[in-house]
């Protein structure tokens, strides 16, 4: 087993998080984060660092090789995922922005963000387990009933217990509501209910991490109305449990009866769960009957985000370990040499088209980072700070499906270009990019396929509020670029100016389309307009970095990882900003060709 | 173990072959292909088609869950390749246009690289055995040794041995003049040396589908000058043979000692290959010392075309499976009822966001089995019409990197996008379209790796005859344009037309760059202009097939297949070809931001 060096970019994190956000300063303004200092911030990110390095990416080739096994309706993990689980509960790593009375620290979001990331960056597969513990707790907190609301999220949020989301059915994926999982009141006052139905790719559905596992499900209450609004939520526990004492009780039939074999995060169990085929499978009610959507569309933002985080989380992993191939890796000789067949051989990070491929994953990894940290920072002024929540609100409404869909569909580009940095190796298990790759493909797809990302952008996103979301974006996006042309980067601030007017062209085309009934036209077009908007963004976010690099440059002079920010904006606005005029140019077509009726019969 | 129905289109291939380039009657008139009438081609085409459908593609999921073993030095293929193999190699299919006199047909090229796609579209990991028999064969056939130069052919060409092709070493890989494979004399006159060294990544280096394999090993003999000109070739059997009778004797040392666990192409046994580590391992030089590489050179543009086909292989396959699935698949109600849960599910054909991704991949595909197919058409005209010849193997010799590349990356996209359009059910390994996005991957990397291509399409091919293949190939489609704008086509033709001459530009403006001596100002944009000739390439195709479309609906009628030709046009205009002057644009930007001596040191 070949074995690239695995490191974590802290400067990078810390840049972003002290340097771009100042969260230290901003967030230190309010109440619930006045205890934290940048010290402390700090040593979060340099533990959490080291645990990942240490603990969790280790874990991560075997897990992929070894995968999950079923055996009698439990779920064995790969081997050392028990271990890493624990080191991780332990740190409090599960959710660092859990509250104090649920069993956290009560970081900022913005902190989970960070450990997010870099936990997706040591393995994603394994990453799944807190992620969805956590966002199991996230919701519980807001919407478990008392007394037993603040004790079952400290069982999730200290890892005790672990949790899952069960939305999908074999016949409801994308339109979740034809789901057909039945509920029955068995005794309304205490909220309990008979389960019966499947649920299938549940990750996590079952684990041998955790003593009990809750599970949150969507299902169907007798006479409820078609569609999602007949939707309820229950927590449906694996153990019953006694709500004071906390003591496990009778196993509810709540079983896994397959787990899928999956193009990549193999560590992370893909589960099939029956509900009440054998038995009684309780389940208690949270809010009331036909809330369930509702109450899940609450956690789809931050389930949304944490998805993105898993595009750029890939993307940062295998541009580190392209990195470290490219910079060991000797072949050819360099272009003032080529003719000669005796020169010295010179890493591969010598040949320009390495370091184009280099350079792509660098600057869209980095740009991506920031955006993600930008969504988490922000609701952390939307919670903390009243006169900033609309607006801070507003921007992490418009950008979470832009940061779900583009930033999981480049983390896939960018991995899929490690493989080819490596080349041959890249191509083969000894070497962790394909397994990268392997492993990104999927965060495309669930929490709501891309497609239905670009829908909810352009459907309900650049209407909301009409239209003030979509317009805030733009006139800060315009106002960065002002002052970008006064920072002296006056071609590159004015190239990203051109692109963000061309994507509000975009927006006002595509909104005429819809106002004249075209929907199905403006439909056509929501994946390429969500690629034009998600392109411009992350120039933004390089003209920011560049900004703040400019800064600091001043201040304590210039470093390689500062002066790589002022290149990440040059790189970006030649290499990859073109590409956002011509998905502009292509939403603004009128072409109509696919949907000729002759096709696809 | 869902499964999807497979189909080749063979109504589309036919379309290819006998409306847009109708060899039945152009061929014909060469002596060669005299006996071969469109019947013929048809009834070649119809029994391919069914032996993949019946054979090949059946063994293809299986392969992958399977793979491949090794055991002492025996490696055993998956269930199912040996009937699959036999199968093959009695039809005829090894090589339909292997020459009579060496146990073939005497088809056209044309005819091998269909059957060649339709395999690939069966099973890229079962194809790959026949691909490299069929190309050591062809290496064979001109340059092994008289007397036995026909007769290793006929056991190549009919399946009874296998064949390798054996570059790659550890330390070289894209450097393939760092080979160091050593070939010692034995008896200069037979021209019998003994070889030593290692040997990776070797492709069917051991199988259990022949008697006998015959390995192609570069190495280097005594006193030869470093790099490439110091490398010869040799004729390295698995089994020693008699060269009269065929019989079989000793064993030869060349033995696998590993087989690599890969991302895909499971069914096709990745080995390395040890000579002379243990006893004798004897070769016969082909051609004279020194000239290794300049004969593997004369076979490079047919390995090359063979894996460019393995991208549309994937590509047609991808497209297919995934159009079959979107067809049965109801998820959600059409747009005009979209206030309405109750309103009929529909399938997802319906849905514009899935129609794009369908038209995205039918168009490429389509597209690029016109470009192979021109290929291979051309090497036809090119060996049987000597005033053909030079704009043929002109115009085969700088498309040849352009579909390598272009056309591998371009089917990793559409092979993705497959997964995508299945969802979940995508990722999962019950349906075909994640093992197709693994299999597809490789391509991009191996017979020269796609960066390795784009400086070949840059460095020699645009400056082969003074410019002379590059202004041919600009010329044509230029005037095709026009045959466009009379034609009805103004709209769409223009767009191609400037999007031609945007291309021209950039190369010029490559050239210049290359010509003040700043090469890697100009190898940075080597890979990015490729993609935009690419892009801008498949439009000529589309607009090509539009126009055969359009006369054979005025002679048969409108058919679905003629219509979507049309489409196809419309499609890739509107939504693909802009992003070829995006490319145009990157190449054209002057950046060399990521050459900072700062970065990646």
């Known amino acids: 087993m070949s074995s690239l060096p695995f490191a974590i970019d802290i400067e990078d994190v810390k840049f972003v998080l002290f340097e771009q956000f100042r969260i230290h300063e901003e967030l230190g303004k309010a109440e619930a984060y006045e205890e934290f200092d940048r010290e402390t911030y700090e040593s979060m990110v340099e533990e959490c660092a080291r645990l990942v390095t240490e603990v969790v990416q280790p874990i991560n080739g075997n897990g992929d090789r070894q995968g999950c096994s079923l055996d009698a309706g439990n779920v064995t993990t790969p081997d050392g995922y028990g271990a ?30 960070t450990v997010t990331e870099m936990m997706i960056q040591g393995s994603m597969a394994f990453a799944m387990y807190p992620g969805l513990t956590a966002g199991a707790a996230n919701l519980l907190l807001h919407h478990a009933p008392e007394p037993w609301r603040l004790g079952i999220c400290e069982k999730l949020f200290t890892g005790e217990w672990g949790g899952t989301m069960c939305l999908t059915e074999a016949g409801a994926g ?45 299902a169907r209450t007798p006479g409820s109305p078609p569609g999602t609004k007949g939707l309820s939520i229950f927590m449906v526990p694996k153990y019953e449990f006694d709500f004071d004492s906390w003591e496990l009780g009778e196993r509810n039939d709540a079983v896994v009866v397959g787990i899928e074999e999956k193009m990549g995060i193999h560590g992370s169990a893909t589960c099939t769960l029956a509900l009440g085929a054998n038995g009684p499978c309780k389940g208690w009610l949270l809010g009331e009957e036909g809330q369930g959507i509702r109450i899940m569309f609450l ?16 993307a940062a992993a295998s541009y580190n370990f392209a990195l470290a191939y490219a910079k060991d890796r000797k072949q050819g000789s360099s272009l003032a040499d080529m003719r000669d067949p005796a020169a010295p051989r010179v890493p591969i990070t010598v040949h320009p088209d390495v370091r184009r491929m280099l350079m792509t994953m660098k600057v869209q990894t980095e740009a991506m980072r920031s955006m993600l940290y930008r969504l988490g920072y922000n609701h952390d002024l939307a919670i903390s700070f009243p006169d900033k929540a609309e607006a801070s609100n507003g921007l992490v409404d418009l950008l979470v499906p832009v940061l779900k869909a583009h930033c999981t569909d480049t983390g896939f580009e960018v991995s899929a270009m490690g493989v080819q940095v490596l080349g041959g190796y890249g191509y083969i298990g000894e070497y962790p990019l394909e397994q990268l790759c392997r492993d990104a493909k999927i965060a495309s797809i669930y929490e709501g396929t891309n497609g239905i990302q670009a829908l909810d952008l352009l459907g309900r996103k650049l209407r909301m509020k009409g239209g003030a979301l979509f317009m805030g974006w733009m006139q800060d996006s315009l106002k960065l670029c002002a002052k970008g042309k006064a920072a002296g980067f006056e071609e590159q601030a004015a190239a990203i100016e051109k692109a963000i007017n061309q994507t509000g062209g975009a927006a006002m085309h595509l909104g005429q389309l819809g106002g004249t009934g075209n929907f199905a036209a403006a439909a056509i077009q929501a994946n390429p307009f969500l690629s034009q908007m998600g392109t411009v963004h992350l120039a933004v976010e390089c003209l920011h970095q560049a900004l703040v690099a400019q800064e600091a440059i001043a201040a304590r002079g210039e470093t390689p990882h500062l002066k790589g920010k002022l290149l990440n904006l040059d790189f970006y606005v030649a290499n990859i900003l073109p590409k956002a005029t011509a998905w502009g140019k292509i939403v603004r077509s009128g072409d109509q060709s696919c949907m000729d009726e002759i096709l696809f019969a």
Chains 1, 2 share one sequence.
């Open 174 to 218: 994308s339109d979740v509501g034809e789901n057909r999982c039945k509920a029955t009141p068995i005794d309304a006052e205490a909220g309990l209910y008979h389960l019966e139905g499947e649920k299938i790719f549940i990750s996590g559905g079952d684990q041998d991490l955790t003593d009990n596992i809750i599970h949150l499900v969507l």
């Open 84 to 113: 890493a689980w624990s080191a991780v509960a332990e740190g409090g790593w599960i959710n660092p922005a859990a509250p104090v009375d649920a069993g956290g620290v009560g970081a900022p979001h913005v902190m989970y963000m």
């Open 299 to 314: 956690m789809m933002n931050e389930a949304r985000i944490g998805v993105g985080a898993q595009g750029v989380g890939v």
